[in-house]
């Protein structure tokens, strides 16, 4: 009788140390539920480099293009005064219209314009008994090419859309400056005040997000980033959906400029444009193109073209060579428009382009 007591009360204790010990893991696993314990950190974490990172005030597209002019005539006086010299000597002999043809030629223009620009200057500048003027001279050649880079093609960018953000999709081969651009853009369309989403859908190299985000982050503009290696169409797809929820004007899609093949960046460019367009439609397809690569770039605007629909070209690394002349080849090639140009380095080194500026440059004294 008694050992039943003694049995029944170990049973009582056993029960009851077991009760205790599942509240109190109950507990300690709710506490974990409740609180993780990273989650105060990071938030302070954020708020300390919030407070950190200045935003920066980018310089309003206006006033940077008339400081880029100086630096986009720098970059092309091998051309203009070239020709100029050419064309003012005593007589134009056919030793001499070679001379401005090879200029013409070195200077990436292409066979077609170089031979349309001979053809309009010999008509401008023929005979006339001989006295041609300095000024006869310049104005000849500043309609020569300013017939060829038409300044007629409409360059506006589509920065805005009617009850969503305007979708920018940014392509081009590896190195030729698209993150770079894509950033500027970003600057230029602050300075403007548009609310901008940056999308990274490079997501092919490591480094690609992280570049962007830097740029990002310099002008307050929310960068959307997916895992490396993972779905570019995705991140693209979220970037356009974080711009609608968030009333964005505009969303910037960086894309990655090199895959195992060719025709792999092409059927990636094409997947991530019609999965955007599942939601919205994309208002430009900007193609980077270096112009430092001269006829190079021209076929891989060709390659390009073949696969995506072009709407405007962004020439970069301008202020890296003489050979200007790519702007107006390019176009021919294409009949599409050069919009942007990069100028430099500077975050503020993008400038809309100007046509008319530019040959005023090409030409200047
Ligand atoms: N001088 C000069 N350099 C430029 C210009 N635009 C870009 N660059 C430089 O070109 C290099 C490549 O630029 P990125 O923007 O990384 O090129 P990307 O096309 O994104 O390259 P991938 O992501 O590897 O395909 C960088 O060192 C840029 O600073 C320009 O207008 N002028
Ligand atoms: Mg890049």
């Not at 880079?149 to 305007?166: F, H, I, M």
Request: net charge negative; hydrophobic share 45%.
């Amino acid at each position: 009788m008694e050992s039943s007591f003694v049995y029944a009360g170990i049973a009582v204790a056993v029960v009851l140390v077991v009760v205790i010990a599942t509240l109190a893991l109950w507990r300690r696993s709710g506490q974990d539920r409740v609180e993780p314990l990273a989650a105060p950190a990071r938030v302070e974490a954020a708020a300390e480099s919030t407070a950190l990172l200045e935003i920066e005030v980018p310089d309003p597209a206006a006033g940077r293009l008339h400081r880029l002019r100086a630096r986009l005539a720098r970059s092309n006086t091998a051309i203009g005064q070239g020709l100029f010299a050419l064309l003012s000597r005593d007589s134009i002999d056919a030793a001499t219209w070679e001379e401005v043809e090879e200029t013409l030629l070195l200077a990436d223009l292409g066979v077609g314009p170089t031979n349309e620009i001979i053809e309009r200057l010999r008509t401008a500048l023929k005979v006339e008994g001989g006295a041609r003027s300095a000024d006869d001279v310049r104005e000849a050649l500043r309609s020569a090419l300013l017939g060829l880079v038409d300044p007629s093609l409409n360059r506006e960018l589509v920065t805005r859309a009617d009850g969503r953000p305007a979708v920018l999709m940014i392509v081009g081969v590896n190195g030729t400056g698209k993150t770079t651009t894509t950033g500027k853009l970003a600057r230029l369309l602050v300075a403007e005040g548009h609310s901008v989403i940056l999308g990274a859908a490079d997501t092919f190299r490591a480094a690609a997000a992280e570049q962007l985000q830097t740029w990002g982050d310099r002008v307050g503009a929310t960068v959307v980033r997916g895992p490396e290696g993972g779905d570019p169409a995705a991140v693209a797809f979220d970037a356009v959906s974080t711009g609608v929820k968030a009333g964005a004007d505009t969303v910037v899609i960086d894309t990655a400029g090199r895959l195992h093949t060719k025709a792999g960046l092409m059927d990636e460019l094409d997947k991530v444009k019609r999965v955007i367009e599942k939601q919205s439609a994309v208002d430009e397809v900007l193609l980077v193109l270096d112009a430092t690569t001269g006829q190079n770039g021209l076929v891989q605007a060709r390659v390009f073209a073949e696969s995506v629909n072009v709407t405007g070209i962004v020439l970069t690394k301008l202020d890296g060579t003489a050979r200007g002349g790519i702007v107006i080849a390019v176009q021919r090639e294409l009949g599409v428009p050069v919009k942007l140009v990069g100028l430099g380095e500077g975050p503020d080194d993008l400038a809309p382009f100007d046509p008319i500026a530019f040959i005023d440059a090409l030409v200047a004294n």
